[in-house]
């Protein structure tokens, strides 16, 4: 038993928000935003992967610009990573 100090790893069940809400909360929205911005442009049909790729990744640069700040806030407060690196476990 050396190393495993009682820890049994869980898998969360999908869809079931409350047990991964800071991960499906923020994907739930940003599927929500490509829906609305293809509702505005009038369709959700592109000529190919590369356009729709272009059309996801400037809604995407748009919530990342609003949140600039506060990641911005929030990088001054990290600190170094440690020389070495922790233990592992499984």
């Not at 909360?25 to 009038?42: E, N, S, T, V, Y």
């Not at 809604?59 to 990342?64: A, D, M, W």
Request: charged share 30%; with cysteine; hydrophobic share 30%.
């Amino acid at each position: 038993m050396c190393g495993h100090y009682g820890m049994t790893p869980s898998r969360n069940n999908r869809g079931i928000a409350h047990e991964n809400g800071s991960i499906e909360g923020p994907h739930g929205h940003l599927k929500r935003a490509i829906d609305d911005a293809a509702l505005m442009r009038g369709s959700s049909d592109f000529g190919d992967l590369a356009c729709y790729r272009r059309f996801v990744d400037e809604i995407v640069s748009r919530v990342n610009a609003r949140n600039s700040k506060r990641i911005d806030t929030e990088r001054a407060e990290l600190q170094e990573l440690p020389v070495r690196r922790t233990s592992d476990y499984e």
